[in-house]
């Protein structure tokens, strides 16, 4: 699959944890579950870093960067621009499979509010 396909999530690395266990990953953005929302809000990699500065540039918190293959997602994926916003973004329509995370990336936010995507680490670790 091309890096250019994949689906990416920011999360917070407890959710992230909490998915392992149960196999199934339910957040949907910040401060939002799936069930909240309707589904899991996505992004295309040239839109990581500005939408990670966006929602999360204030956290503490460790932060992980979910890299999705959505050849292994068995839900509905659709790329939509929401009410009024101007860009598209990938969203999953239900809950995302564990093994449907083919990499973790470590990211965390900066003092200055910009988010950096750290080094890649095999799914699950």
């Known amino acids: ?9 920011v999360a917070f690395d407890g959710d992230w944890t909490e998915a392992q266990s149960t196999g199934e990953y339910r957040a949907s953005t910040r401060g939002a579950r799936l069930e909240d929302v309707g589904f899991i ?16 540039g204030d956290v503490d918190e460790e932060l ?12 509905p994926i659709k790329t939509e621009i929401l ?14 499979p564990v093994d449907a995370v083919v990499a973790v990336l470590s990211a965390h ?5 910009t988010f950096t995507v750290e080094v890649m680490a095999p799914a699950g670790r």
């Open 83 to 96: 009410e009024g916003g101007a860009e598209a973004f990938p969203h999953i329509y239900g809950p995302l």
């Open 1 to 9: 699959m091309a890096e250019d396909e994949r689906i990416y999530h």
């Open 109 to 113: 936010a900066n003092s200055d509010a």
């Open 64 to 75: 992980v960067v979910l890299v999705i293959d959505p050849a292994r997602v068995h839900v």
């Open 41 to 56: 809000h996505g992004s295309f990699r040239n839109q990581v870093e500005r939408i990670g500065a966006l929602l999360y």
